[in-house]
């Protein structure tokens, strides 16, 4: 099965820059080799199929197998972080917050300030240059996962210059530990690709409308496909997930200019899905900013509204979230920066069998 896994996920990465490339130049020919497809089906959703909207009405059941949320494909659904200053607020209520798009105020028609289970799918740098410091990241990533919901689930993705899935996804933290221990160090670092291939397989296979990305790695992107700007515009199109960066860009292995690169590539990747980008002095920090992570997964709000524009009027839609309240100082609100619709058919409103 693992290899198997690694064969469909090394599939994926290919279409995935073929498909960007095409939306890029269209013109310009495909590669005249690609690896073949050996398995009847894609475990990750290929990028030509049209992308689901990840959507919510807020409404909420618990049930013995978790919490199940009704959904509304009209409905634009944003995970939320307020701060004041650097600590967490906690106490807003629906009225405290204002949602713009494209500068147009909207009507929240739904609210959640609750622990609701996640997808998480953990990816991780597994080039040459990270073998001394993957103890302690593997470590810290567990107790990430342990600090969340027991109901959470989660895979890993190790990377190097190819990406693979080396534990599907799971609750079980001794599954998630093997996976993380699969280390087979190689040269190049092709994060783009494996970061549109891990949103690629939340948007296909995750159980839990609220997804999670967190993204570790020690340098630039050196061997992908795709380009930062191409991965961001996937990742917007699929409506998630929201990306934990942690660059490990101490030492002496990179140069200035390649640190600012890297930095500047996890901000861009985190800040433009509402995430946060860490880059901690050494690695014994590593440990204090996975628990930081857990508490910001743990603590988001979940806000719901129609947008006054139509589903069918494409392209992208920024989006400005703002909180105010007497209670409390300057709030600063953390979510994504926007989005693009989803265009459905008139044979997809209509439901299956209509």
Known sequence: MHLCNNAIFAVLLTAAALTAAAQQSPTQPAPSQAPPLTVDRDPVRSPDIEPPQIISTGGQHKQADGYILH?????VVLNAT?????????????????????????????????????????????????????????????????????????????????????QEFTSDVNKLRDGLGRLESRGGTALYDAVVASADKLAADAKRP?????????????????????????????????????????????????????RRALEMLSTETGGMA????????????????????????????????P?????????LVTAEDKGHGKLNVRTRTGYFPVVRTAKQSAGPGK
């Open 210 to 262: 609220k997804q999670v990305l967190i993204l570790i790695t020690d340098g630039e992107d050196n061997a992908s496909t795709l380009n930062l700007e191409q991965t961001i515009h996937r990742v917007q199109q699929l409506s998630g997930p929201v990306i934990y960066s942690i660059g490990l860009l101490f030492g002496d292995e990179m140069s200035r200019s390649e640190v600012r690169h890297a």
């Open 82 to 166: 307020v701060l004041e200053g650097n600590r967490l607020v906690p106490d807003l209520k629906k009225e405290n917050f204002q949602i713009l798009e494209d500068g147009v105020k909207q009507a929240l028609i739904s609210f959640q300030h609750t622990d609701l289970p996640v997808s998480i799918a953990i990816v991780v740098d597994n080039s040459g240059s990270m073998s001394r410091k993957r103890p302690s990241v593997n470590k810290s990533a567990l107790d990430l996962v342990q600090a969340s919901n027991p109901q959470d689930e989660a895979f890993v993705v190790n990377f190097s210059d190819e990406a693979y899935i080396d």
């Open 311 to 319: 589903t069918t009027e494409p392209g992208f839609r920024t989006v």
């Open 71 to 75: 959904t509304d494909v009209e409905e």
């Open 278 to 309: 860490f880059f901690p002095k050494n690695i014994e920090q590593i440990d204090q900013i996975a628990a930081e992570v857990a508490r910001d997964i743990r603590n988001q709000y979940t806000l719901g509204y129609h947008s006054t524009k």
